[in-house]
Each structure stands twice: as C-alpha cells, then as structure tokens.
C-alpha cells in the first residue's frame, strides 16, 4: 500500500462538481476511476489532465442507474487499479422538465431516482463489499462520501423528484455509516449549496439575484467544483478519523437560520 497510490472511484466524474473532485484528488495522491454515462470526450480531458500530474486514471463508461453497468463499473475500477479506496457517489441529474409537484410525470421520477438513488444504493453495496473483501491499511482504511445537495431539505415544488433523492442520500449516508463503522470504513455527506455548473447554467440569472442582490447566502458568491472538491479531499486525507455519518456543509452559509 505504501508504494501505490490509493484508489479513488468517482460518478459522474466528466463534468461540473466531478470533474472538480477527480483533479483535486488526483492532485492529492489518488488514482481516479473516471465514471461517466455520455460524453466520453469530456471525460477523457479529465483523463488527460490527471494523466499529466503523474497519476493513474482510466475512462469508465456506466450509467449507475443499470444494475450490469454498476457491476462492470466494479470490475473494469478493479481490472485497471486492483483496489478501491474511497468511493464518491457525485452523478446526479435534474428533471429534463422542471414541472409543477401536480403536474410532474412518473417518467421523471423514475428517471431522477434510478440515477440519484438506486444507483449510489446498490454501487455502495458492490463497492463495500469489495471493500471488505480487499487488503486494508489501517491507518488509512476505505471511506464512502455522498454528494447531496440543499435540496435535501430545502423545497422546490417544481423539481420534487431531486428533492426526495437528496434527500434519501442523506439518510443512505447514516446506513451504511452505521453499517460499516465496525470495519473502520468512514461514510460522510458532503452537502453542496449553489455551485456554478451546466446543471445551474439555465438558471444563472435567477441565482445571480439571490446571491447578489437578496443575500441568499451570507458569502455573496456562487460556489465553484473547487470548493466541494476541497471538502472531499479533507475527508479523503483522514482529516476526520473519530467522525463517520456527517454532513459537510459546501453552501456559503445557505443552511445558517437567519432573522
């Protein structure tokens, strides 16, 4: 273990917040398994880019939401790196439409779930089991980090679908942290607020006011992939040994209750 770099497994890892967490973790000592669904050549810039530090990665195509895909995503991380050292469930979609609570269809819902749910479920079940299956460090054991978001809590009638995904992640996180404590395997939430990416493009002019002009957050500014990558790699580096289960706030204060 003390001569290879640990191994990292990272969804939706091509773009946005992935794509951010895959280079800070690369930059940070990490091999990467680079998961994407459809765009095959922004994950292999993300690729090259990680490449030219030194480190190890390969381009993994799955869509989580598929159950063979997940298992050929396990094999393909294991064929290339041997080993899985922290799994980042970060691939996430919003609703193709954003449609009213009444008007919203099953089809979105069961397209929101697949992907936000059912896919971090059922690959954290393949990936602790392998992870408990593999040689281990002890003072550097496996860890688990879900990527949610403020809608976990915070509602928006016309996307309720990705609010009960987040929001389920959240208490996915205390499961398997419950679960795997016994065998030192840390499970941690990081919790993004408005991060600037494609998903947030469309409603940029929206957010831009809240921000700036109606102090959505106490810091007035949009947060950046760098920012919950940061968050990652602190959790990633051991930074947080007597903490399993937590939620890790990236959201300029979003949470914060104010009058």
């Known amino acids: 273990m003390a001569q290879q770099n640990r191994v990292a497994l990272i969804t939706g890892a091509s773009r946005g917040i992935g794509r951010g967490i895959a280079l800070a973790l690369a930059g940070a000592g990490y091999d990467v398994a680079v998961n994407y669904a459809g765009n095959a050549a922004a994950a292999a810039e993300v ?8 480190a190890r ?33 970060n691939a996430g979609v919003a609703p193709n439409v954003r449609a009213d609570l009444l008007q919203a269809s099953e089809e979105s819902y069961d397209r929101v779930m697949g992907i936000n749910l059912k896919g971090p479920y059922f690959l954290t079940q393949l990936v602790a089991r392998q992870m408990l299956e593999q ?8 860890k688990i980090i879900n990527i949610t978001s403020v809608s976990s809590y915070a509602v928006s009638v016309n996307r309720g679908d990705y609010c009960l995904a987040k929001a389920a992640l ?18 941690y939430e990081v919790r993004p607020g408005v991060i600037e990416t494609d998903m947030t493009g469309p409603v940029k ?55």
Request: charged share 25%; net charge negative.
């Open 205 to 259: 002019e929206k957010y831009d006011k809240l921000i700036f002009d109606d102090g959505l957050t106490p810091i007035r500014r949009w947060g950046t992939p760098d920012d919950v990558a940061k968050a990652v790699v602190a959790i990633a580096s051991g930074a947080f040994p007597y903490s399993t289960g937590d939620v890790i706030n990236v959201d300029g204060g979003f949470h914060l209750r104010r009058l």
């Open 135 to 142: 040689p281990n460090d002890p003072a550097a054991m496996p």
């Open 57 to 89: 990665a390969e381009p993994l195509q799955a869509d989580i939401s598929i159950a063979a895909d997940r298992a050929r995503l396990v094999q393909n991380t294991l064929d290339a790196f041997r080993r899985i050292d922290l799994l980042v469930n």
């Open 47 to 54: 690729v090259e880019k990680i490449r030219s530090t030194g």
């Open 170 to 187: 959240g208490m996915m996180t205390q499961l398997f942290a419950v679960r795997l404590a016994e065998h030192g395997i840390g499970v």
